[in-house]
Every structure is written in structure tokens, then in C-alpha cells.
């Protein structure tokens, strides 16, 4: 029984990191060979995810369905999510280039 959970758990991660949209995004700013604009557009995305969260929290407060919470909590974990690795992206890519300068 435990085997069929991590069956399911493995192929559920999987389905997730090939077809979710954030993830792909995030797959992309990690690689080498990336555009060097990557971070800074997750960056903004990630603010347009903190908008739409913004908007849903405003949307629910004012007596909105329920339902809507859990949007709140898919685009609040994106936002913080591609905050992050936007950050980071553009730290990385900062570190790569001194380094490359430091070795030319």
C-alpha cells in the first residue's frame, strides 16, 4: 500500500515539473545556456502573481466565495516561489560573470 503512495507521489512530481508553467519557467533560469533576461522576467512574474493574490485576498474579504482561497494560496506560493529563484537567478548570474572575468 505504501508503494502505490509513492507511485502516485513520484508521478504526480513528475506530471508537475514537465507540464506546470512555473516550473518550466524555473527550469529554464537555472539552465546555462539561458537567455540572461530569464531572472529578471521571473521576477515579474512574480510580482504579477503577488498582484493577483493581492486582488483574490481583496476578492474574498469582501465576501467573496471560499473557493478563492485557495487561489490565494497557488498564486501566493508563486509569487514567493519565483521571487526567490528570480532573485537568486540574477545573483547567480552576477557571481558567473565575475568569475568568467576573474579566469579571462
Do not use: D
Not at 476578492?59 to 498564486?75: A, D
Not at 545573483?91 to 579571462?104: E, N, P, T
Amino acid at each position: 500500500m505504501i508503494g502505490l503512495y509513492f507511485q502516485v507521489a513520484f508521478g504526480l512530481h513528475g506530471l508537475l515539473q514537465r507540464h506546470a508553467p512555473t516550473n518550466t519557467l524555473l527550469r529554464a533560469v537555472r539552465a546555462r545556456t539561458g537567455s540572461p533576461w530569464l531572472p529578471v522576467a521571473t521576477l515579474l512574474v512574480g510580482v504579477g502573481y503577488f498582484c493577483a493574490t493581492r486582488t483574490c485576498v481583496a476578492i474574498v474579504e469582501s465576501g467573496g466565495p471560499g473557493w478563492m482561497n485557495l487561489l490565494v494560496l497557488l498564486f501566493g506560493w508563486n509569487a514567493i516561489k519565483l521571487g526567490i529563484s528570480g532573485t537568486t537567478g540574477t545573483g547567480m548570474q552576477a557571481w558567473a560573470s565575475l568569475r568568467a572575468k576573474a579566469s579571462a
